[in-house]
């Protein structure tokens, strides 16, 4: 997919916008429940993002069929889908029996979408 580096990238600022408010919130109210959600929006949302958005513009190979869109698609839906219940778990600690196994499934398809950008990269940057 042509342009898979900018759009990895674009999402991967969206993710640090989120992740640097809710930083600024813990700041601001002294509260710092969410330290985990912030970490992992900043490290799974923006620097993996930006990193694989990186890789794809270092070498255009990796961009070419379908893969690389569902490597983005994967990736972003099931960081953002693991994110969110992260933070419904955090808020209510009760959710946590009943989300924690989507949660987990989730996270199952974010590490596949590493054994995919894996792929990719090792197949497509012989040259």
């Known amino acids: 997919m042509k342009n898979i580096d900018r759009l990895f990238v674009l999402t991967g600022l969206l993710f640090l916008l ?3 408010t809710l930083g600024l919130k813990m700041s601001m109210t002294r509260d710092f429940a969410m330290h985990g959600l912030h ?5 799974l949302g923006f ?3 930006t990193l694989f958005g990186l ?3 270092a070498w255009p190979k990796m961009q070419e069929g ?7 698609l994967v990736h972003t839906i099931t960081v953002a889908g693991a994110l969110t219940l992260l933070y419904f778990v955090l808020t209510d600690m009760e959710l946590a029996p009943r989300i924690g196994p989507v949660m987990d499934m989730l996270l199952v ?6 054994v995919l950008f894996a792929y ?3 197949t497509r940057t012989k040259d």
């Open 18 to 20: 989120i992740g640097m």
């Open 39 to 43: 970490a992992h929006l900043n490290l």
């Open 47 to 49: 620097v993996v993002m």
């Open 55 to 57: 890789c794809y513009r």
């Open 66 to 72: 379908s893969l690389a869109k569902l490597h983005y």
């Open 109 to 114: 398809g974010t590490v596949a979408s590493v």
């Open 120 to 122: 990719l990269f090792f």
